[in-house]
């Protein structure tokens, strides 16, 4: 059992959600056994905060994961466990949300979900997959009413929270501006080489949480960048802390206040990645990291940029945040 206790964020809706989540994506995917063991180690480990999604073909691993973890008593009860999942774009329509939800959760073998996001603020064709070039495939998307459905979601116990992710600020206000239930999350791109820093001021005040994706800066991925990796500044506090790069970046992360999303399947890593509770940052390791790390997005978000879809540029997609 993990001896790991991590700390927790308290959402807009009360409910309690757990700082550090496994990301439940890899490219190509391991065979369903292979994954479901995977889960069960991090389980084994102390990870309570499982993130999926409708499209990384995950969903069934992880809930044959929970009810192994139930079966061998690693968790007392399901509400042990924090399990976030998306709908993708494909149902991204106010008719399709809530099949879409329960089809999730006959993978997950689940009565419901602590968390629902909608994967990105757009809608495209039937079969479009998560790694395919999105021009030509576009669809209107009807944010508001897209949203009134997830609420349907959270009003019928479905989903015990509901929020976005990939939505910048200006997407986050049309939103508020028509919602019942505001979102309880926005996850993002967030590492020392984005920052993110108007965003999250904007998510502050509006009671928001940031949960951070792609904290490392996903170098192994087809998109991404080794500019956390192979920061200088962080490889400096690094050895001057006696920590790891990747400790110290996912420290700082959790500093900021917002959560992360961590994926490694490699146990000496899921170990250390919990590993961050029992020290800190100073102040000048924070300013050097405010101050001298180049901010660049990992994740450009070309394929949704498109003459014939919603958003024409890359400024129109990401809503013109720094």
Not at 101 to 112: I, M, P
Not at 164 to 171: A, D, E, I, R
Not at 270 to 295: A, R, S, T, V, Y
Request: aromatic content about 8%.
């Amino acid at each position: 059992m993990g001896d790991v206790v991590v700390p927790e964020a308290v959402l807009s809706t009360g409910e309690r959600m757990p700082l550090i989540g496994m990301g439940a994506v890899a490219s190509p995917l391991p065979p369903l056994d292979a994954l479901t063991s995977i889960f069960l180690e991090a389980i084994e480990v102390g990870y309570r905060h499982f993130d999926t999604a409708a499209c990384y073909g995950s969903e069934e691993a992880l809930g044959q994961a929970v009810a192994e973890a139930l079966e061998r008593g690693l968790i007392k009860s399901r509400g042990d466990m924090f399990i976030t999942t998306k709908l993708w774009c494909t149902d991204a329509h106010p008719s399709l949300v809530l099949p879409a939800l329960k089809k999730s959760l006959q993978r997950l073998g689940l009565e419901y979900v602590d968390l629902y996001l909608i994967h990105f603020p757009l809608r495209v064709k039937e079969e479009t997959g998560v790694w395919d070039d999105f021009k030509g495939k576009m669809l209107p998307f009807d944010i508001n009413g897209t949203w009134e459905a997830m609420e349907e979601c959270a009003k019928l116990g479905l989903a015990k929270s509901i929020g976005v992710s990939n939505f910048g600020t200006k997407k986050l206000s049309q939103l508020l501006l028509h919602a019942t239930i505001p979102p309880a999350v926005n996850q993002v791109e967030m590492n020392v080489g984005w920052q993110q820093e108007k965003l999250r001021a904007y998510c502050r005040e509006k009671g928001i949480h940031v949960s951070a994706w792609s904290p490392l800066g996903a170098n192994g991925a087809s998109w991404g960048s080794l500019a956390v990796m192979e920061s200088p500044v962080l490889k400096e506090i690094a050895i001057a802390r006696g920590k790891t790069v990747a400790q110290i970046a996912l420290r700082w992360i959790y500093e900021q206040g917002a959560s992360v999303i961590v994926k490694s399947f490699n146990k000496k890593r899921m170990k250390e990645n919990l590993q961050i509770f029992d020290w800190g940052l100073n102040q000048e390791d924070l300013d050097k990291i405010k101050l001298h790390i180049p901010q660049k997005r990992g994740f450009a978000g070309d394929r949704y940029v498109s003459e014939d879809g919603p958003y024409k540029s890359l400024d129109e997609l990401w809503d013109g945040d720094p």
